[in-house]
């Protein structure tokens, strides 16, 4: 991959470390759904109230966090903030599975998403400062694949956790890649291109002159507020909540032919994992508007989506 002259060991240098972080980050984030439904749920005595608080505190935490973390990352050091990320969300997420009971559990969740936060506006700062304008496009897509990949391969390996340790160590267990893998970041990436090492000197000069050009084209914004006027932000926002909108209701929906959730049996990676890839449990693992949908999903398809 290749666009106007510029290095393209970038590619292949940085896309595969971005994707494998994002990778983990999702991972640490739904495999709640996975433990729930397998005896996590009974033996914390998790009701629907209390699921769907869970999943209103983690993205609650998302929402505060989000913007800051973009700040940060832009104006310190993404590199800093993602590698304190993965410890932290590696960490929090191992200790799910040492939960005693309820209180413990929301205040970990809470604090996952705060942490998760970061995750993705640092990624995009990250991305931007290494690839321009015309390529972004598809280092972006190729960071957003980790999202749906990770559900494939999370659901093989979480079954088999399932099967053969339970619930608890499923979580201890997949919290810990996300530590071991933020040395690997810190080691292997860095902030910009004149900090690289890998990169030659006329490389470096190549790409610092080709988004400094590009800075250049773009109108500075006063503040958030005039940000958020723009129309660009404001039919971004409204495409992004209708999506989620309908694959919402459209995944509560297909819950309708399930008779009862999932048991423990029905992880088993060898033929029903794929079973899981459609059952999620909407108060879990969407944001506290969109339980609405849940709530009145009740109406469309007969049935309740807690």
């Known amino acids: 991959m290749k666009s106007n002259g510029l290095s393209p060991t970038r590619w292949a240098r940085l896309i595969p470390i971005v994707f494998i972080t994002y990778s983990l980050a999702y991972l640490d984030r739904a495999n709640y759904s996975f433990g729930a439904a397998s005896g996590m749920a009974a033996d914390l005595k998790i009701t629907a109230a209390v699921s769907s608080l869970l999943g209103a505190l983690f993205f609650l935490g998302y929402f505060f966090f989000q913007v800051p973390s973009a700040n940060y990352a832009e104006k310190r050091s993404a590199k800093k903030l993602v590698f304190w990320s993965l410890i932290v969300w590696g960490i929090l997420a191992s200790l799910i599975g040492v939960v005693t009971n309820i209180y413990m559990l929301l205040a970990i969740r809470f604090l996952l998403g705060i942490v998760e ?170 944001p506290p508007f969109f339980l609405i949908v849940c709530r009145c999903e009740n109406h469309l398809f007969g049935h309740s989506c807690s």
């Open 117 to 286: 936060a970061a995750v993705m506006p640092a990624m995009l700062v990250f991305l931007s400062h290494w690839f321009t304008g015309e390529e972004r496009s598809r280092a972006n897509t190729f960071l957003i694949l980790g999202n749906p990949i990770t559900v494939l391969w999370m659901s093989v390996v979480s079954g088999y956790l399932l099967n053969s340790f339970g619930w608890r160590w499923m979580f201890i267990i997949e919290g810990l890649p996300s530590i071991l893998w933020a040395f690997i970041w810190w080691k292997l990436v860095d902030d910009k291109p004149s900090e690289a090492k890998w990169l030659k000197d006329h490389e470096k000069q190549a790409l610092n002159q080709a988004l400094e050009d590009e800075q250049k084209k773009l109108k500075s914004v006063a503040n958030y507020r005039a940000a958020f006027k723009q129309k660009s932000v404001i039919f971004l926002c409204l495409q992004y909540f209708f999506g989620v909108l309908v694959s919402t209701v459209l995944s509560c929906g297909c819950r309708r032919s399930l008779n009862q959730r999932p048991t423990s049996a029905s992880l088993k990676p060898a033929g029903s994992h794929l079973h899981l890839i459609y059952w999620q449990p909407c108060s879990w693992s969407l």
